[in-house]
């Protein structure tokens, strides 16, 4: 049973950080790929970063430059960066996972206050 589990949400001022990390049960290197997605009241999720079989990295635009992935096999985690956070960055953070099918953790919160 795969299980994604988040960690490092939380409240920040505007301007501050936060490390989110997802902690999986399995070989992250098992996936295909590994991601953040977000998803703020009344707004669809939407995917914030990704991470891909031999480490290319994708970022929606409005986090480029701000927010950086990474991962790290012997901890079986993958973790995402947030600098310079925006109030407009509030929202329910999922880890999510591809490989025949797609896994998700149960979410974080990150509130950044203006």
């Known amino acids: 049973q795969v299980q994604l589990v988040e960690s490092g949400g939380g409240l920040v001022q505007a301007g501050g950080s936060l490390r989110l990390s997802c902690a999986a049960s399995?070989?992250?290197?098992?996936?295909?790929?590994m991601g953040w997605y977000r998803q703020a009241p009344g707004k669809q999720r939407e995917l914030v970063a990704r991470?891909?079989?031999?480490?290319?990295?994708n970022y929606a635009e409005s986090v480029k430059g701000r927010f950086t992935i990474s991962r790290d096999g012997a901890k079986n985690s993958v973790s995402l960066q947030m600098n310079s956070l925006k109030p407009e960055d509030t929202a329910v953070y999922y880890c999510n996972a591809n490989a025949n099918r797609e896994y998700w953790g149960q979410g974080t919160q990150v509130t950044v206050s203006s």
């Open positions: 399995v070989n992250i290197f098992s996936f295909n790929d």
């Open positions: 991470i891909i079989s031999g480490s290319s990295t």
